[in-house]
């Protein structure tokens, strides 16, 4: 049978990066939408061709035709919302960040531990094609030793133009509502003038900091930090030896820039991601002994894989890329680089 999925919040990035990608998925069914404007989820349910609107994520997870969950709402209520759909026995889809904290994380993952569910964080990033291609040409050259052993890397986000498409989402008047849960957006030690500054780091630079993790190696510690009030700044993790420094630069006019550089003693590879909302895949770039080759790709889109890959792990039981198991770690390392701005 075919996973029932509910879409937990129905704004431009909610249609537009999941209920669009679900709605196309003919492994699934999009059963239900659930948003607390109620114009805006019913000409989202129109668009999409959805059966039934609620207003309310409880009316949604009461439904029982729903077998899983995307939640996209704003940062502070989504771990409330996560928790309500975990002990309701729904697989879980979130967007990130997953918490603000390392124990607000660690309860979600419990609660989908005790469940036996999937539960999977938006770093659709992990999913990209083109990531997927740098995943194998590094494991291909730490096997053969063609280019010696990685000596450092070098990451950057220049936040700009997100490559947002104009057509294919709808909005009205309404304002967004109150009347959410919300959880504490920071540590306890964490004053409140930081906490607008730590929020925008969790949700524009968690990404790259999140690749990085995924192409270097899973547990990093931070060696050096240099953070902004706004969440800009420059950090260092250190994977096992390898230092891989993150430019981290809010958001412009311009161009979006965001990628990733593995320097090896012969050569490199570096990864250039195209802007999170646009439809196409990462550009892959070898350079070995001063010959460059940019790897070819078809055209695809992250969030769609990502959309396919939730559908395929409630269907076999799979581990996400992105489980929220594994992004704990991101909000930790968060936690870790605000501290030390605290401390001086």
């Known amino acids: 049978m075919r996973p029932g999925i509910g879409i937990i919040g129905t704004g431009m990035v909610g249609q537009m990066c999941h209920l669009a990608n679900f709605a196309a998925n003919p492994a699934c069914r999009v059963v239900a939408i659930a948003d607390l404007r109620p114009d805006l989820a019913a000409a989202a349910a129109q668009k999409f061709g959805i059966p039934r609107v609620y207003g309310t994520h409880r009316e949604l997870l009461a439904d029982s035709a729903v077998s899983g969950v995307v939640v996209v709402t704003k940062r502070r209520a989504t ?88 057509d294919n989402f709808v909005m009205t008047g309404e304002a967004r509502p109150d009347g959410l849960a919300l959880w504490q957006d920071g540590p306890d030690w964490m004053p409140r003038e930081m906490r607008p500054g730590y929020d925008n780091f969790l949700n524009v630079f968690s990404h790259i900091i999140n690749l990085a993790r995924y192409l270097l190696g899973a547990s990093p510690t931070v060696a050096e930090s240099a953070i902004e009030a706004s969440g800009a700044g420059r950090i260092t993790l250190d994977f096992d030896g390898v230092a891989c420094t993150l430019d981290l630069v809010n958001g412009s006019e311009g161009a979006w820039r965001e990628g990733l550089t593995i320097d090896f003693e012969r050569g490199a590879v570096t990864l250039e991601l195209p802007p999170p909302f646009a439809e196409r895949e990462a550009s892959v770039i070898v350079d070995h002994d001063g010959q460059r080759t940019h790897l070819a790709g078809a055209t695809s889109w992250a969030f769609r894989r990502q959309a396919d890959a939730f559908v395929s792990d409630i269907a076999a039981g799979g581990i996400p890329l992105a489980s929220g198991a594994d992004s704990v770690t991101d909000i930790a390392l968060a936690e870790t680089v605000w501290k030390q701005r605290a401390s001086g």
């Open 79 to 166: 771990g409330p919302i996560v928790m309500d759909a975990l002990n309701s026995g729904r697989h879980v889809l979130s967007e990130k960040p997953m918490a603000y904290t390392t124990a607000q994380a660690n309860s979600l993952v419990e609660a989908a531990r005790q469940q036996d569910l999937v539960y999977s964080i938006g770093y659709m990033k992990r999913h990209d094609a083109g990531v997927a291609r740098a995943l194998d040409v590094l494991a291909r050259l730490r096997n053969d030793g063609s280019l010696g052993r990685i000596v450092r890397a070098r990451g950057w986000c220049f936040g700009g133009d997100t490559g947002r498409s104009q």
